[in-house]
């Protein structure tokens, strides 16, 4: 039975390309039904557009310029996935903190990808904030996983992780693109692994 999967993106959509380079190859068997971004000029949606996969632009602004709430654009948005029935949705470089009332529509299916390892550098700068520690002698190393989505941000149960080497002569350049290429593998190999495929 093929399985159906959404992406959320806001912007270069590099993750998104693994994912479907992966499908288009064979190596995973899922089909990408949408998607989503929160920002138009997202790169990403041209990566999907140029492989016949349908977009979907879901900005915050029209939400805060019209004096609603989060959890109002949230729920718009989770209704208007949900008409997809995924059988998982893969935030991979989604900028944006989804809540409850969001996370409750969909049953746990949801992971995301993060550019640090469980309990270090939750949230925005991962990789910046993971390079300056590194610089004032605070860790040897950094990472990446990919796990549940939970209310709570990057506290979801991880999937896999993957521990990535910071080396003396890096720029943030360097690694930010180590990371990078850890992140187009292994949120692959995470979809495989939650859908059992």
């Known amino acids: 039975m093929l399985r159906h999967i959404i992406v959320f993106i806001s912007g270069n959509g590099s993750n998104l390309q693994a994912i479907i380079d992966s499908v288009q190859s064979g190596t995973l068997e899922c089909k990408i039904d949408l998607v989503v971004s929160n920002k138009k000029s997202a790169y990403g949606l041209t990566r999907a557009e140029k492989a016949g996969i349908p977009t979907l632009v879901f900005p915050l602004k029209p939400y805060k310029d019209a004096g609603k709430t989060r959890i109002e654009y949230d729920i718009d948005l989770a209704n208007k996935v949900r008409e997809y029935n995924p059988d998982l949705i893969a935030l991979a470089g989604w900028m944006h903190v989804l809540s409850k009332e969001f996370i409750d529509h969909f049953n746990d299916n949801i992971i995301n990808l993060h550019p640090a390892l469980p309990g270090q550098f939750d949230g925005i700068n991962a990789i910046k904030r993971a390079y300056e520690a590194f610089k004032r002698g605070e ?57 059992g495929i």
């Open 139 to 195: 860790i040897t190393k950094t990472g990446v996983m990919v796990h549940k989505v939970v209310p709570e941000v990057d506290k979801g149960e991880p999937l896999i992780i993957e521990e990535v080497p910071i080396f003396e002569s890096d720029t943030l350049e360097d690694l930010e693109e180590r990371i990078h290429s850890v992140e187009h593998r292994i949120i692959v190999q995470a979809i495989k692994k939650f859908l």
